[in-house]
Structure formats: structure tokens, C-alpha cells
């Protein structure tokens, strides 16, 4: 597959198709993107998959126990030192968008055929635009624990956990939703 690329003077593709299917033929053809794939190692794919499933749990799993407190679950425990969570929470975001990455160089055509990609990282950017506004308005009130979380704490909580369990599923889906695995499938196409 390596060095094969769409010839524009061909029928086949539209030439804005064409210039995206020579980039995900480069793109699998590279050294990383054929190790991460075909390696007979638990590093590669298997591995940088476990990763990504680690890193979105805690992620999402801190998330998840910060916003259901904000919401009034376990209602006695004090809010404020929840707080020292959310270096955890940046530092999964980081495992998860290195992993993704590589997840992404592994099989592209896969992910960027496939609208429901868009949406994902779309969500992540709600999502992750939502956890600042979480702390801007709920941990930087001065008096925390000592009254009820503001209603728009509330809101912004529950926003919270449905952008995160989109997030999830949107993830999840892509693992069955694509057209094309690889570059090369578009071409019969």
C-alpha cells in the first residue's frame, strides 16, 4: 500500500477526495501508523487503546463524582476539596489526546470518514469548555461549603455529565460505525 496514491486524472474521486485519499494513503502508509496497527506487541494498538479506556476513566470517572456531589449526591462530604481533582482530570485529558492521537494514525480513514469523529471531538471541546466554566462558577465561590451550589452550578454539573457520556458513546460508536477501515477501500469506491 505504501507510495500508492490517487491519480487526479483518474474518474474516480472528485479532486477534493482525491487530495484527502492521497493524505490517508501517506498517512497509513507511515512507519507509526503500520506499527501501531500490525505490531505483534501489547504496546501498540491493544496498549495505546488501553490507555485511551484508562485515561477516559478517570476523566470521566472523577468528572462524574465531582458533578454528582455538585448535584447534591453524598450531600455531607465538603465540595471544596474536590477540588484538588481536577490536575487529575487535566492530566487523563492529556493521556487521552496523545492516545487519540495515535488512535487516529493507526486507522484515519476509519475516523475521518466518519462524521460521527466530528461530533465526538466536537463534544469533547463542549465538554472540556464546560469543565472550566464548572470551575470558574462553582469552586471560585469564596463560600462553597457553607450554603447550597448556586442553580447555575447545578446546570452546568448536569451539562457535565451528559458532554461526558456523549463523549463515551460517541467514542465507543466509532468503533462500529465507519465506511471505510482503510484508505485503499475507497478506491473501489
Known amino acids: 500500500m505504501g507510495g500508492r496514491c490517487y491519480n487526479p486524472g483518474e474518474t474516480t474521486p472528485a479532486n477534493s477526495r482525491g487530495k484527502m485519499l492521497n493524505f490517508l494513503l501517506w ?3 507511515t512507519a507509526l501508523s503500520t506499527w501501531l496497527r500490525e505490531a505483534l506487541t501489547p504496546f501498540a494498538f491493544p496498549g ?3 490507555l485511551h479506556t484508562i485515561g477516559m476513566g ?19 462530604m465538603p465540595l471544596k476539596p474536590m477540588e484538588r481533582f481536577f490536575p487529575v482530570m487535566w492530566i487523563a485529558f492529556a493521556v487521552n489526546a496523545v492516545s487519540g492521537v495515535l488512535l487516529l494514525i493507526a486507522y484515519p480513514t476509519k475516523a475521518l470518514t466518519n462524521p460521527l469523529f466530528y461530533v ?6 463542549l465538554a472540556v469548555a464546560n469543565l472550566r466554566l464548572l470551575k470558574k462558577h462553582v469552586f471560585r465561590d469564596a463560600g462553597l461549603d ?4 448556586s442553580r447555575k452550578g447545578k446546570l452546568i454539573a448536569g451539562l457535565s455529565l ?10 465507543r460508536f466509532l468503533a462500529y460505525t465507519y465506511t471505510y477501515l482503510r484508505a485503499a477501500d475507497m478506491l473501489s469506491t
Request: a positive charge.
Open 162 to 171: 451528559l458532554l461526558w457520556a456523549g463523549v463515551i458513546a460517541a467514542g
Open 146 to 149: 457553607g450554603k447550597p451550589v
Open 120 to 125: 465526538k471531538l466536537t463534544v469533547i471541546g
Open 58 to 76: 478517570f476523566l470521566a470517572g472523577t468528572n462524574a463524582a465531582i458533578d454528582l456531589r455538585i448535584l447534591g449526591v453524598a450531600a455531607s
Open 48 to 50: 495505546v487503546l488501553t
Open 27 to 29: 498517512l497509513e502508509a
